[in-house]
């Protein structure tokens, strides 16, 4: 998940995507989903502004607070099935190298999620699609 601030959407663009191309590979921005009643988290989506008609907001725009970008990684990790019933530091199921691996896998991905939303960033200041510059 990456912070946006100053990031306002209409509601039709909630829990869209878009994909595009970062360093070669193909990565997506997800915008968040509508909340359910009750389970408004501000600070992944707020609602901005609204009008009201018979006594019901309609929203006119949310402020988005987080959006989750996703790149997709060329590498295969074969991992051990005992990953999934154990917390996220299970290190003692994972050798050395494979741990250094696995973090070396992870630091290229960050690095690649964050270049994608410098790419939005930029492209929204200069009004352009990501996919005109993300080519370059």
Request: hydrophobic share 40%; glycine share 4%.
């Amino acid at each position: 998940m990456f912070r946006t601030p100053f990031l306002a959407i209409p509601p039709e663009l909630l829990g869209r995507a878009h994909a595009f191309q970062v360093d070669g590979k193909t990565a997506s921005v997800k915008l968040p989903v509508a909340p359910q009643v009750g389970r408004e988290d501000p600070e992944i989506l707020a609602l901005r502004s609204w009008r009201e008609v018979a006594g019901e907001k309609l929203p006119i725009d949310y402020d988005v607070g987080r959006v989750e970008v996703v790149v997709h990684a060329s590498a295969r990790i074969e991992l051990p099935d005992e990953m999934l019933q154990r917390s996220p530091n299970a290190y003692d199921l994972v050798g050395p190298a494979d741990q250094e691996r696995l973090n070396e896998l992870a630091d290229t991905q960050y690095e690649h999620a964050r270049r994608a939303m410098d790419l939005v960033a930029y492209d929204a200041l200069e009004d352009q699609p990501v996919a005109a510059r993300s080519r370059r």
